[in-house]
């Protein structure tokens, strides 16, 4: 079966830029995680969606960043107004439920580069 | 003070070698534990999953909890260059409050 998919793998960007990081999850899981991975920094939570909850976005770093998930599937983290210290890898993960006993299973990221 | 701490490595062992990645925590109300294997350039898979003190084993993988100490384990037997790759412990509660460690890359050397 297909696991989660996102896209694009890779983005360059010139600083200033606005940028759009799609993800989606594996069909029938209802929660849904942004990440972002920097090197030797490990993970860093960003954004949890579950269900027709409010999400909890208690992550996000800043006023630029902003995540939306449509019908419950599909999930596009934008970043406005982009900075370096915004490269790094965005990891999108989902699950069948939010919380207790429910492993995340992840995408391969995009690896975003600010110029 | 992160709430999971894990030595980033890295670690370079001889093939057949006995592994041992750790991490500790330290969150009471943590009750689940992972390690997940991270390739270059993929995401996180998770390799290992359990839920509260005690061991865990998977072929040649083994995961140990011990939460008196709050102290997390992953022991690989016969290290193969296949396992080469970072390993992220991860821990959480009940809730949307699952925490990486940073994650150790490993080697493993034909």
């Known amino acids: 079966g297909a696991g989660v998919s996102q896209s694009p793998s890779n983005k360059v960007t010139e600083k200033g830029k606005d940028v759009e990081l799609r993800c989606d999850p594996i069909?029938?899981?209802?929660?849904l995680y942004w990440y972002r991975q920097s090197l030797g920094q490990g993970l860093e939570f960003l954004i949890y969606?579950?269900?027709?909850?409010?999400?909890?976005k208690s992550g996000l770093p800043s006023d630029r960043f902003s995540a939306e998930r449509t019908g419950g599937s599909v999930s596009t983290l934008t970043i406005q107004r982009t900075q370096q210290e915004d490269s790094a890898v965005y990891l999108c993960?989902?699950?069948?439920?939010?919380?207790?006993?429910?492993?995340?299973?992840f995408g391969d990221g995009t690896r975003l580069s600010i110029l | 003070q992160k709430e999971v701490e894990q030595d980033p490595g890295p670690l370079s062992v001889p093939e057949g070698a006995i592994v041992s990645l750790n991490c500790t925590y330290s969150?009471?109300?943590?009750?689940?534990f992972m390690w997940y294997r991270q390739y270059s350039r993929k995401g996180p898979e998770l390799l290992m999953y359990?839920?509260?003190?005690g061991n865990k084993e998977d072929g040649r993988f083994t995961a140990q909890v011990d939460k008196s100490s709050k102290y997390i384990s992953l022991f690989i037997r016969d290290s193969q260059p296949s396992d080469s790759a970072t390993y992220l412990c991860?821990?959480?509660?009940?809730?949307?409050?699952?925490?990486f460690g940073a994650g150790t890359r490993l080697t493993v050397k034909p």
């Open positions: 993960a989902s699950s069948f439920a939010g919380g207790r006993n429910q492993p995340q299973h």
């Open positions: 069909s029938g899981h209802t929660a």
């Open positions: 969606f579950q269900g027709n909850s409010a999400p909890d």
């Open positions: 969150n009471s109300a943590f009750q689940y």
């Open positions: 359990t839920y509260s003190s």
């Open positions: 991860a821990s959480q509660g009940g809730g949307n409050d699952m925490r």
